[in-house]
């Protein structure tokens, strides 16, 4: 048995954004849901989430956009550790601390990973022995992106997103972000837009395409750029339309491929190399197009508990 000098009395976990190298949509389910088929990869833009013992449930949240996330119970971080404390029979309360690097409300999934952040630190510090099923089964009830945040890497998302199969991928490639100049956009509005345009059309259950897949075997950005898609892009496009104005001018520049992350209005730019992508950056900033780039490169890790204080 621990000893309670043992216990920590706070777990941090780190946890990086998402981009969707391809995102096929399929019908919408009576559920309101898409069937997806997605080839999610982890890039190296993290948020941290402290799960710390202490009187009442709460959390607190610093960093980029900070003043964007709410602080009550809709914050998906609270969200998700309450969820476990309820699957686990009940357990003392938390305080989460969180600090974002992560563009809210931009298609990287930044609540999500929030949310995987805030299961596995309450974990570690509850000590509930849960499988990895079963941390998988609470993350997809949080939201169809949660359970990739918890694996990581590249990986196939089916189902509406939360059924995970990671993928044969080499190498590292290079991406430059332009997130939102203003706000963010809804993620069930661009799905919605995607139905209007698609209404009364026949649409197929999606499968990834092979030649993504063999691109990614191969670690090859040349080959991977042509094949990049997503079939939300024309919705989000529709709905901001200066994020159209931002993939047309990082083509311009020479970028390998540009396209809309997730439900947007964030810009994937992938670049051959760290050069290009610096290149790019500084051409995209000086253009006045994007007045605020991140870079960063994938896939990287899922969420994981980095070390912390201990009594
Ligand atoms: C756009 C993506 O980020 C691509 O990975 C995801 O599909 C969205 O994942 P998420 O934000 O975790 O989504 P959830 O919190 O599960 O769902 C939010 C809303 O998005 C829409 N939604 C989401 C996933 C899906 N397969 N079909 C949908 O139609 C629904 O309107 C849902 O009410
Ligand atoms: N911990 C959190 N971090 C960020 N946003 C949060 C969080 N909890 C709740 N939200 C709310 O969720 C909304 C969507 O934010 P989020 O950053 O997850 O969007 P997103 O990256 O577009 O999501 P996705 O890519 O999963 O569709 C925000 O407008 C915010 O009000």
Redesign the pocket.
């Given at each position: 048995m621990t000893s309670p000098l043992e216990s920590p009395m706070a777990v941090t976990v780190r946890v990086p954004a998402?981009i969707n190298l391809e995102l096929f949509v399929g019908p919408r389910g009576e559920d309101g849901y898409h069937s997806l088929a997605t080839v999610y990869q982890a890039v190296g833009i993290h948020d941290e989430v402290t799960a710390a013992y202490h009187n009442e449930w709460g959390c607190s949240?610093s960093g980029r956009d900070a003043d964007?996330?709410?602080t009550d119970e809709?914050?998906?971080?609270l969200k998700a550790a309450r969820t476990l404390a309820e699957r686990t029979g009940g357990q003392d309360p938390v305080h989460l601390s969180?600090r974002?690097e992560?563009?809210?409300?931009?298609?990287?999934?930044?609540?999500?990973a929030?949310?995987a952040a805030a299961l596995l630190a309450c974990d570690a510090l509850w000590e509930t022995g849960l499988s990895k099923d079963d941390l998988d089964e609470v993350a997809a009830e949080i939201?169809s992106?949660v359970p990739f945040l918890l694996h990581g890497g590249t990986a196939v998302g089916s189902g509406r997103g939360e059924v995970i199969t990671a993928v044969l991928a080499k190498g590292t490639y290079h991406w430059v972000f332009v997130p939102s100049l203003d706000t963010?956009?809804s993620?069930p509005a661009v799905y919605r837009a995607f139905d209007e345009r698609m209404a009364g059309m026949a649409i197929e259950d999606p499968t990834p395409s092979a030649t993504l897949m063999s691109a990614l075997r191969a670690g090859d950005p040349m080959a991977l750029a042509p094949v990049l898609d997503n079939d939300l892009q024309p919705d989000a496009i529709a709905l901001r339309p200066d994020i159209g104005e931002v993939i047309e001018a990082a083509m311009g520049f020479g970028a390998l491929a540009a396209i809309v992350s997730?439900?947007g209005p964030t810009v994937a730019v992938l670049a051959e190399s760290t050069e290009g992508a610096i290149d790019l950056a500084v051409s995209l900033t000086a253009s006045g197009v994007a007045g605020d780039i991140l870079r960063a490169t994938g896939p990287v890790a899922g969420a994981h508990i980095i070390p912390t204080t201990r009594v």
């Open positions: 998402k949240v964007r996330v709410p809709s914050n998906l971080a969180i974002k992560i563009p809210v409300a931009g298609g990287m999934a930044g609540g999500s929030d949310a939201g992106d963010g956009l993620t997730g439900s």
